[in-house]
């Protein structure tokens, strides 16, 4: 297991200095701390990918681009003042991932599924149609909810279609996201403890990925859709 990959305090404060700078002049003349910030912190996700795989198996991980897409943003700063990174668990057989915010002041670890795709959502909501029992003893796990909370995302306003508005599971029914949240101190962030905090984080969440996991390769009738 990964245990001593830390996050620096000269990463805060380059993004301080980067939210108060955002231009291309000021950037171009700083790309060499940057370049090592976004090393340091390309090594910290490495290092939670690591310990990540002793316990789940992921698949991809992304560190994203510093460069903001402003074609159709009214706000043009053309840099993010934060860094971030994404894990996505093992393709069609367990779904999911993981997300970690490195920001001064809102930094948080996120998990679960932003943004399922039709037949993963109408999938999710016919499970929560049928049952909701199983869903819902998970997400009050003691554990989980002691470090994640309660269960986010967007979500309707009224039923799907297709859905009984008067359905007693409706407030699960309508959400669009199933995602979880820990918002994070600049404390916790710089921690010497924080590899391991998030480690421990996600590891928790893991009830929860195996009934979503379970629910996205069977049918109704709990027959494998996998080849």
Known sequence: MASNVTISKG?????????????????????TDFKKHQSEVKSFLEAVKTNLNHHDDIEK???????????????????KSHFAGSFSRLGAHLRGGYYIHLKPGESLLATG????NKEDLFRIRKELEMDADDFRKVINQKELKETWGE??????????????KEHPDIDLIRKKQFVFVRNLTDEEVLSPSFLG???????????????????????????????
């Open 11 to 31: 990463v805060f404060d380059f993004l301080k200095e980067l939210k108060n700078n955002n231009n291309r002049d000021w950037f171009e003349a700083n790309k």
């Open 61 to 79: 991980m992304k560190l994203f681009r510093i460069y903001r897409d402003i074609r159709f943003s009214k706000d043009k700063t053309p840099y």
């Open 113 to 116: 599924f932003w943004d399922p």
């Open 151 to 164: 269960l986010r995302g967007d979500e309707l306003k009224t039923a799907p279609k297709g859905f009984d």
């Open 197 to 227: 905090e998030v480690d421990k984080s996600f590891k928790s969440i893991r009830p929860y990925f195996d009934l979503m996991s379970d629910i996205l390769t069977t049918n109704l009738n709990g027959e494998s859709i996998l080849e």
